[in-house]
């Protein structure tokens, strides 16, 4: 009967009894009010906008039709009966609501993160790549006091510290950036303080306020892509960011480079392979000519000449088979004269980071020294290997509660690349008794490797979020051989350090420190701490 009704229908429609349009409406039964669905055309169908036959589908010939289900759709919920629940949308995002922070005291320009449309920007470098200007001025201020005995010498004090950034930014991806710390004399490590106990009360003669204006950084980035958008006005398919000047740069957390050079840098980013199954790869390429910091050269006081090397390498940055890969090359050149010596050398290092079935996330690194020749009559500074395996044990509340072990092996006289003056040695992250505070001279153990081994254990507590608490014991057991004499461990060293800091406002946080050591063949070390650091 059906069949017979649709033959009927189709008769009637192309007779002109009704539309074709109408046709295809499907149509309530005579008796029982079912609808009536006609059967598709036999033709082919037709493209609707140009009235010619659509394209057959195509399928990859992985693919294949599955079944209809209808059970396994549902109606969309209906929540006309419901009132409206603020609370209930905010729990939807945990709860979370927009915080006020600390705004920056200089705010040229325009706003940081303002609300709504930036509006168009300035046409100056080519419409697509508008000019913004904006100057932001920002940073924070440290108030350390502390009572640090480090063996021979003991101090009672009080020092300030302050970070001082200019960001003077052009357009969405180029800037202009200067830091300064007014307060301190990085060459020699001292800083605004006052002592008012200890056998090294006023024994330097250079305390109290100190002011210094050079700036640790002065340097442009930016995006050649951008730029050359910009100028062209054409859009280009690459990203090629690039920087100069004297500009920081830090590569593995800060252990294998830690300083600001002056030179330059550029990085090929966002590359990929899946022959090699590379989800994400940056190769950075850079070199420095002055302000190059590193033990490898000294001075003949033993302290730093950071203008007498050149450096030149690359590092690369590899997200592949659920590991992220770090490696790098570098070349120090003395450049300083012959009679000094030349302590040129050659740092490799490599890293491999990945988290083993879901228990462990585990970082293993080597720093690679070697080609140096100084000549006769000198010692190598620069000569040897270091291996660092760093682990955290992952808990039942991974991202607060979190045991780690940390181990190290160091042949010889392992250095990095460049490490800033401040910024202690390459063992800096093991541990945070390997850890001074660049603020009050804080008592550490010795963090060269230089022919010692040893490791840091520890556990890290952060509460919700808003504390943090750390328990550490480390230890490190020198080899002998050729330490060099008043830069590394005399004999086995061994300590307890705790720290514990948390946010007092949206401005001021609160840290304090304490730490004790033993050291065979040297006088023990001790030292406690309390800290204010206001961000602006």
């Known amino acids: 009967m059906r069949s ?11 007779g002109g009894g009704i539309s074709s349009a109408e046709a295809e409406v499907p149509r309530r039964g005579p008796t029982t009010g079912a609808p009536v669905i006609p059967e598709p055309a036999a033709e082919a169908p ?8 659509s394209p057959p589908v195509e399928m990859a010939p992985e693919a294949k039709v599955t079944e209809f289900k209808p059970s396994a759709f549902g109606p969309d919920p209906n929540y ?33 993160y303002q609300a709504g449309s930036i509006g168009p920007g300035i046409n100056l470098l080519g419409a697509k790549n508008p000019v913004r200007p904006e100057l932001l001025v920002f940073g924070d201020l440290r108030l350390g006091t502390a009572y640090n005995d480090n063996g021979a010498l003991d101090t009672a004090q009080v020092a300030a510290r302050l970070n001082l950034n200019i960001d003077m930014r052009l357009t969405a991806t180029e800037r202009v950036h200067v830091f300064l710390r007014p307060l301190d004399r990085v060459e020699t490590g001292r800083v605004t303080r006052f002592e008012f106990g200890g056998n090294q009360r006023d024994r330097t003669g250079d305390g109290g306020v100190l002011l210094d204006l050079e700036p ?10 951008q730029i050359a958008a910009g100028l062209t006005d054409r859009y280009n398919l690459y990203d090629l960011p690039i920087a100069f000047g004297l500009m ?28 090699f199954d590379i989800s994400n790869m940056d190769i950075t390429f850079f070199g420095g000519f002055d302000r190059v910091t590193t033990k490898a050269e000294l001075q003949p006081n033993k302290r730093f000449d950071d203008h007498g090397a050149d450096i030149y390498g690359s590092a690369v940055f590899i997200e592949a088979r659920e590991m992220y890969i770090e490696a ?13 010596g030349d302590f040129s050398y050659h740092n490799l290092t490599a890293a491999v980071t990945k988290r083993w079935f879901g228990k462990v996330s585990n970082s293993v690194r080597v720093v690679w020294n070697f080609g140096q020749n100084p000549g006769a009559g000198f010692n190598k500074t620069a000569d040897g290997w270091l291996l660092l395996i ?35 040695g390459i063992l800096k992250n093991t541990g945070i008794n390997f850890e001074t505070d660049g603020l009050t001279g804080f008592p550490k153990l010795d963090d060269t490797a230089n022919d010692a081994y040893g490791g840091a254990l520890g556990i890290e507590y952060l509460f919700n979020l808003d504390q943090q608490l750390v328990f550490e014991v480390a230890g490190l057991k020198p080899f002998g051989r050729d330490n060099e004499p008043g ?15 948390r946010p007092l406002s949206k401005q001021w946080i609160f840290r304090t420190d304490a730490i004790y050591g033993y050291r065979e063949g040297e006088d023990n070390l001790a030292g406690v701490r309390a800290e204010l650091r206001l961000k602006f």
């Open 4 to 14: 017979i009704f649709n033959a009927a229908l189709v008769v009637v429609a192309l």
């Open 46 to 53: 037709r493209d609707s906008h140009a009235g010619r036959p």
């Open 80 to 112: 006309v009966d419901k009132p409206y629940d603020v609370a209930a949308q905010l729990a939807i995002y945990g709860g979370k609501r927009r915080v006020d922070g600390p705004r920056p005291p200089v705010e040229w320009g325009y706003p940081l």
């Open 216 to 225: 640790e950084a002065l340097f442009f980035e930016g995006d050649l892509g």
């Open 248 to 275: 920081p740069l830090v590569f593995q957390n800060g252990i294998w480079m830690e300083d600001a050079i002056m030179g330059g840098a550029f990085t090929i980013p966002a590359l990929n392979s899946p022959r």
């Open 328 to 340: 790098g090359y570098g070349y120090t050149h003395d450049n300083r004269s012959p009679l000094l």
């Open 390 to 424: 760093e682990n955290s044990l992952i808990t039942s509340k991974p991202y607060t509660l979190v045991p780690y072990a940390n181990f190290f092996i160091g042949s010889r006289k392992p250095q990095s690349l460049a490490r800033d003056f401040g910024a202690g």
């Open 487 to 501: 830069r590394a461990a005399k004999g086995d060293q061994f300590a307890l350090g705790a720290r514990y800091q």
